[in-house]
């Protein structure tokens, strides 16, 4: 079993950045891949970014690629997304998931998933 928790979140102004950190219990995180996701009030939720098990394969949907970057550090049992450049269209609450298949950009392929953390971005 894995537990994970997001942290990071909080009120920014357009332009401005984030770090988003999901940390993993209970097991290690290494051999899961890890995505990123948000859901923004009244809207589907929506696949942002992935990591995979070695740290070598990433992706992103198309509104975040060059703004956002994703990395692990296995050591620490951490994700991170980094989020540069933001706008008030990224506000959302942002959640991870963890799980042995890449490539899915469903939330519930992943087999662990995360409380999420909120991001608000105002103009």
């Known amino acids: 079993q894995v537990q994970l928790v997001e942290s990071g979140g909080g009120l920014v102004q357009t332009g401005n950045s984030l770090k988003l950190s999901c940390a993993a219990s209970?097991?290690?995180?290494?051999?899961?891949?890890v995505g990123w996701f948000r859901q923004a009030p009244g809207k589907e939720r929506e696949f942002v970014a992935a990591?995979?098990?070695?740290?070598?394969?990433?992706d992103f949907t198309d509104s975040v690629k060059g703004r956002f970057a994703v990395s692990r550090d296995d050591a620490e049992n951490t994700v991170y997304l980094q989020m540069n450049d933001l706008k008030p269209e990224d506000t959302a609450v942002y959640s991870c998931?963890?799980?042995?298949?890449?490539?899915?950009?469903?939330?519930?392929?992943?087999?662990?998933w995360g409380q999420g953390t909120q991001v608000t971005v105002s103009s």
């Open positions: 998931a963890a799980g042995r298949q890449w490539g899915t950009k469903t939330f519930n392929d992943y087999d662990y």
């Open positions: 990591i995979d098990w070695s740290g070598l394969k990433r």
């Open positions: 209970g097991r290690a995180f290494g051999g899961y891949a």
